[in-house]
């Protein structure tokens, strides 16, 4: 059973950094990729930053340069470096995991290709 637990979130004023954490829980030993996605308020969860079990790794653009998306299979967990922070940046984070290999980077960043979700950790940007 996937279970996935992210930690790290905060409040940072815009310029300031934060590393988010999600220890999971998968069957390494299978192909399986990984993704942040966040929700602001009153808007659609977006895809942030994916990672496969290959480290092939896509980005949103409005984060490209300033986050990086990193596993640690050792520790069995998923970080997510956030610089630069922006107010637009603010909301609740989530990890996400499922199990095969996108046939494109691109789709990491898909919400309907993941079926586990984490319980979110709440990212607030000041200006």
């Known amino acids: 059973q996937v279970q996935l637990v992210e930690s790290g979130g905060g409040s940072v004023q815009a310029g300031g950094s934060l590393r988010l954490s999600c220890v999971f829980s998968?069957?390494?030993?299978?192909?399986?990729?990984m993704g942040w996605f966040r929700q602001a308020p009153g808007k659609e969860r977006e895809g942030v930053a994916g990672?496969?079990?290959?480290?092939?790794?896509d980005y949103a653009d409005s984060v490209k340069g300033r986050f990086t998306i990193a596993k640690d299979n050792a520790k069995n967990t998923l970080y997510l470096q956030m610089d630069s922070l922006k107010p637009e940046d603010t909301g609740m984070y989530y990890c996400?995991?499922?199990?095969?290999?996108?046939?494109?980077?691109?789709?990491?960043?898909?919400?309907?290709?993941?079926?586990?979700w984490g319980q979110g950790t709440q990212v607030t940007v000041s200006s």
């Open positions: 996400a995991a499922d199990y095969g290999r996108p046939y494109n980077v691109y789709h990491l960043l898909r919400i309907s290709m993941y079926d586990y």
């Open positions: 998968i069957d390494t030993s299978r192909n399986y990729y």
């Open positions: 990672i496969d079990k290959d480290a092939r790794t």
